[in-house]
């Protein structure tokens, strides 16, 4: 019988050690566009597998399983229709939505070990409440990014003390934590009051933060989610749990720290500063803004050698991916060289662009990020902008009074001639005005991203 029990858990084991290392193959291969989709289908295979060894060898009721089963069945019908709905331009939103869902359920595991009561270590508990902080945090901020995304909240709400405040919702969460672990059987209102803190202050720590920053804010949830799902694993011996939630944490974490520094700014800056909503300070522009129609900009781009297209989120809004990167065939079968140049913090999520551009059919050997492309911007005859702002604002390189000093940006003012594609004449969303399209050498084609894209194909054609 203890043979049976001893070759049942070794089993098990076996099964989570070889679903951690799918998770781990999975995530090496997403590091790629041209393995991308393979990985998240290993890591598919290795979630399926310790869903099914945790379902076979759970050892609860028949009932406790049924329910489980249903969940499961309801929770992935769901989100395999939205999955297959959701339009590419709402892909941030969906993720930032989805990994507030991991954080959720880690919260929840927490909750259920807490309000379970017991007799649990004090480590036991200390590592059950670390998660539940960590998930309550992850799943309510994320939340809140996922309205700042889809304009449901269309105003980072900021107000005097509010650093205060939010100190003061992390100090009331952590001493309700200590009383938990101090009590011999903490009340529920006490373990109540801890989760709602919690998740007060992931709201707390979201509201001011502007749209601008989203990429990192997305990027530092999904550390935290993977954090807490790895915490709740050592809560639960779920040696899967707590491998896949590591890796998720330390990418995520890794992740952040890449997106913080391609914006020259700290995580700490990210969270607590002002900075990423409108209204920003920008510093004075020289220069106007000098209009082209389309026709001349199609003739300048099929007249050059050389052409770079920045693509930004205004791209994503039109969902002009489609149209530009017909453009772009077009250009090539003129005999033009066309590169695609994407900073790493371009759209409302890491990748945002890639994704787009893979999605549009837009080969991998076209693409470039900025430390590759930077020094051919001087060797374009055009770049080509479509709807991105502070990526390619000289002022982060120039200007010591912007927001942006010492942000790595894209040269595009080093190019010949500059086209700038751009709805209207405001500022970016992040409210700073841009001395690109001051300069001499730029031209603004006013319009949406798709229709502008539209009548540059027809230019082209008719210069051709």
């Avoid at 790895?230 to 491998?243: K, P, Q, S, T």
């Avoid at 994503?316 to 017909?326: D, F, G, L, M, R």
């Avoid at 001087?378 to 927001?403: C, F, K, M, W, Y």
């Amino acid at each position: 019988m203890n043979g049976a029990v001893m070759s049942t858990q070794t089993l098990v084991q076996l099964s989570y050690l070889v679903a951690a290392f799918l998770f781990i193959v999975g995530l090496k291969r997403m590091s790629s566009p041209l393995t991308a989709v393979s990985g998240v289908r290993w890591a598919g295979i290795g979630m399926v597998l310790a869903t099914l060894v945790t379902l076979a060898f759970m050892g609860a009721s028949t009932f406790n399983l049924s329910l489980v089963i249903g969940a499961v069945v309801i929770g992935g019908g769901l989100a395999w229709v939205s999955g297959k709905r959701v339009a590419m331009t709402d892909m941030p939103q969906m993720i930032a939505l989805y990994n507030g869902m991991g954080g959720g359920a880690a919260a929840a595991i927490a909750a259920v070990e807490l309000y379970g009561g017991g007799s649990q270590s004090t480590a036991h508990l200390c590592i059950a409440l670390i998660g539940g902080f960590i998930g309550s945090v992850s799943f309510s901020g994320s939340l809140i990014a996922f309205g700042k995304l889809q304009g449901l909240i269309t105003k980072s709400i900021r107000f005097g003390g509010q650093k205060i405040v939010n100190l003061a919702i992390l100090v009331g969460t952590v001493a309700a934590g200590v009383a938990i672990v101090a009590g011999a059987h903490a009340p529920a209102p006490l373990i109540s009051a801890f989760f709602i803190l919690a998740l007060m202050l992931g709201v707390a720590m979201t509201l001011p933060i502007g749209g601008a920053d989203m990429p990192v804010v997305i990027s530092l949830y999904n550390a935290l989610t993977g954090l807490a799902v790895g915490f709740e694993g050592f809560v639960l011996d779920n040696a899967a749990m707590i491998i896949a939630g590591t890796v998720v944490g330390a990418a995520g974490t890794l992740l952040t720290q890449l997106m913080a520094k391609a914006m020259n700014r700290s995580l700490s800056n990210v969270l607590f500063s002002n900075f990423g909503e409108s209204g920003a300070a920008g510093g004075t522009v020289a220069g106007t803004q000098k209009p082209i129609e389309s026709s001349d900009a199609g003739v300048m781009l099929a007249y050059s050698q050389k052409v770079i297209v920045v693509p930004g989120y205004g791209m994503a809004v039109a969902q002009a991916q489609h149209k530009v990167w017909e453009l772009c065939q077009l250009l090539i079968e003129h005999g033009v060289q066309v590169r695609f140049a994407i900073h790493p913090v371009a759209g409302r999520m890491p990748g945002h662009m890639n994704v787009l551009l893979a999605e549009a059919g837009v080969p991998y050997d076209l693409i470039s990020d900025l430390d590759e492309i930077n020094a051919e911007f001087e060797t374009a005859d055009v770049t080509l902008i479509i709807g991105a702002n502070d990526v390619v604002n000289p002022d982060a390189r120039n200007n010591r009074q912007s927001p942006i000093f010492g942000m790595p940006i894209l040269n595009a003012d080093k190019s010949k001639n500059v086209i700038v594609i751009k709805r209207g004449q405001g500022q970016g969303f992040s409210g700073i005005d841009n001395a690109l399209f001051g300069l001499d050498q730029t031209r603004m084609l006013y319009g949406d991203a798709q229709s502008a894209a539209g009548q540059l194909i027809q230019a082209v054609k008719a210069a051709g």
